[in-house]
């Protein structure tokens, strides 16, 4: 897994508010890259076979009891230092559980942190998990615009100078938010879903030509911003061809592919007079109303055919 699909234990500890047992050992410098988690129960007893290393170990209720009925402070010492002795990416104490002085020793030994979670094993382990898969899921940047409009999020792409900024400041203006624009990072956080950020340096701004670059936020508010959204349907303007036919029915989807995934794709043709904001209001309830079941196409293709059956 290359380094833009890893992250740090010191951003993992910020996110989950884990307190640092052992300060003064870097979590800079200590790397995550696997999503999932383990409980070292089997190590505990002493069994170090398919031991995943590579994940964040959580000691939980169960594991906590069984340190604290079954095991010496000589025992402790040694499976702890054995856990270290792989340089897992750190161990953290669920419940508030407060390790013994020989765990710390053991992780101070090996450099590997020492933490403590007020929740519960259960909840801890799925917030973690939930929020690596984010961080280390596969991911792309773009040349385009992502807009939430009334909950679908819609990625907006076409060449440079086609409107597509124009078009999200629109629909900014009618109530909706924006999400990124000129760059979108794409990650792709399971095989349905696709979901959509801003980089730090460009987030909450849009480029306009002949004005320059303005701050959505400052200008609309908060409520006009959005960090994250799920891609559920792409815009492709482009300069319209009077050779070219362009869907008229929406009988078949068009698909375009990101990181393995398929996204409902729309080519949008750009003429004087044509109010894109509107066009991407409708297609995005539109597409909203297909998840639901409701499909204008087919209901006028089913009309058509039924009076063309009662005229026979």
Same mark, same amino acid.
Do not use: W
């Given at each position: 897994m290359n380094q833009e699909n890893t992250t740090t234990v010191a951003k993992l500890a910020e996110r989950m508010a884990l307190k640092n047992l052992t300060p003064d050992i870097g979590l800079e410098e200590r790397i995550i890259s696997f999503y999932d988690v383990n409980r070292p129960a089997l190590q505990?007893?002493?069994?170090?076979?398919?031991?995943?290393?590579?994940?964040?170990?959580?000691?939980?209720?169960?594991?906590?009891?069984?340190?604290?009925?079954?095991?010496?402070? +000589?025992?402790?010492?040694?499976?702890?230092? +054995?856990?270290?002795?792989?340089?897992v990416p750190c161990i953290i104490f669920s419940r508030d559980y407060e390790p013994s002085e020989s765990i710390l020793s053991a992780c101070r030994k090996y450099g590997v942190p020492c933490l403590s979670s007020p929740k519960t094993t259960s909840d801890l382990s799925s917030e973690i998990i939930r929020w690596l898969?984010?961080?280390?899921?596969?991911?792309?940047? /773009?040349?385009?615009?992502?807009?939430?409009?009334?909950?679908?999020?819609?990625?907006? /792409?076409?060449?440079s100078g086609v409107g597509k900024s124009e078009s999200a400041l629109e629909l900014v203006k009618r109530g909706h938010r924006l999400v990124s624009d000129d760059v979108v990072e794409i990650r792709k956080v399971s095989d349905e879903s696709l979901v959509g950020s801003a980089p730090e340096v460009t987030k909450n701004f849009i480029e306009l030509r002949g004005i320059g670059i303005i701050n959505i936020r400052t200008l609309f508010g908060f409520e006009a911003i959005k960090d994250t959204q799920n891609i559920d349907m792409v815009i492709k303007l482009e300069d319209w061809d009077k050779n070219k036919e362009y869907d008229r029915l929406g009988l078949t989807e068009n698909? /375009?592919?990101?990181?393995?995934?398929?996204?409902?794709?729309?080519?949008?043709?750009?003429?004087?007079?044509?109010?894109?904001?509107?066009?991407?209001e409708c297609a995005a309830v539109n597409n909203r109303a297909k998840k639901m079941g409701h499909n204008a196409a087919d209901e006028l293709f089913k009309r058509v055919n039924a009076n063309i059956g009662n005229r026979v």
């Open positions: 505990l007893t002493g069994f170090f076979e398919h031991f995943d290393v590579t994940r964040v170990q959580i000691v939980g209720n169960v594991e906590q009891q069984y340190i604290d009925t079954y095991l010496d402070e +000589r025992m402790i010492s040694e499976r702890f230092e +054995r856990i270290a002795s792989f340089n898969k984010v961080q280390l899921a596969p991911r792309i940047s /773009i040349h385009g615009v992502l807009v939430d409009v009334y909950g679908e999020g819609v990625l907006i /792409i076409g060449d698909y /375009i592919e990101y990181l393995g995934n398929k996204v409902i794709c729309h080519e949008i043709p750009i003429r004087p007079g044509r109010n894109l904001a509107i066009i991407v």
